[in-house]
């Protein structure tokens, strides 16, 4: 499958899939706008569920080529889906150069790549809008590839994993940034931490604006099918 079958295969999908979540949640989605229609660029965000490259990508207008954990590809048929929707396979366990290399080639490229930099789904003290450190990674490809971050933030979907809960809709919720360009002799610390607290300060203006509940805040899967829906 050629790019062109790869990107019309990532947005058909994509079309799938938010005819059954915008039915099934209620989605608010701010920062549109803020994702460049053209150009190298990564997209940073947390990573509270499986659904949250569905929900980022179905929105998107333009694909995502997501970085993901390389055992997925394990599987033959997960790994041919996975291909045909630009994945790039990264090893979690260890320095993946190869890896880093890819990402890198496919930002100078121009695509718009999405790294959730927590290493896997993460929530309470461990996830990076509550406490959690954010690693190095994302300021490391920017620098190397001179493109652009594009911060992002997802709360909710993390409802989605009981299936109880469709019902009442759950409340999701998507903010994109303003793009975060590295800047000359500026070191790895110190623009990671100008990432960090850029996601944190999207964090906290959802929670503000929607009065965002504390139950609705990144919960594990196994915590949200013990615990009884709730309508907000």
């Known amino acids: 499958m050629n790019q062109r079958a790869r990107d019309g295969f990532f947005f058909f999908s994509g079309g799938i899939c938010k005819r059954i979540l915008t039915l099934s949640s209620k989605m608010h989605i701010q920062g549109l706008d803020k994702i460049p229609l053209s150009g190298g660029c990564l997209l940073v965000s947390n990573h509270i569920s499986h ?15 997501y970085v993901a954990d390389g055992k997925l590809f394990n599987d033959l048929v997960l790994s041919q889906i996975l291909t045909n929707l630009n994945v790039i396979p990264v090893d979690r366990e260890r320095m993946d150069p190869k890896a880093a290399k890819s990402i890198v080639s496919r930002l100078k490229a121009g695509r718009l790549v999405g790294l959730f930099p927590e290493r896997g789904i993460r ?10 450190k954010l690693s190095l990674s994302p300021a490391v490809l920017c620098q190397l590839s001179q493109c652009p971050i594009l911060p992002t933030v997802i ?9 109880k809960t469709w019902f009442y809709k759950p409340r999701i919720f998507v903010k994109f940034g303003e793009l975060i360009y590295p800047e000359a002799s500026e070191k790895r610390g110190e623009l990671t931490k100008r990432i960090h607290e850029y996601l944190l300060m999207l964090f906290w203006q959802l929670v503000k604006e929607y009065n965002i509940d504390p139950f609705e805040w990144p919960c594990s899967a196994q915590q949200r099918w013990k615990e009884k829906p709730r309508r907000f």
Do not use: E, T
Request: no cysteine; charged share 15%; glycine share 12%.
């Open 123 to 132: 929530h309470g003290k461990h996830s990076i809008l509550l406490g959690a």
């Open 155 to 163: 709360v909710g979907s993390d409802l989605l994993y009981q299936p």
């Open 51 to 65: 659904f949250d490259p569905i929900i980022l990508g179905m929105y998107s207008p333009r694909p995502i080529d």
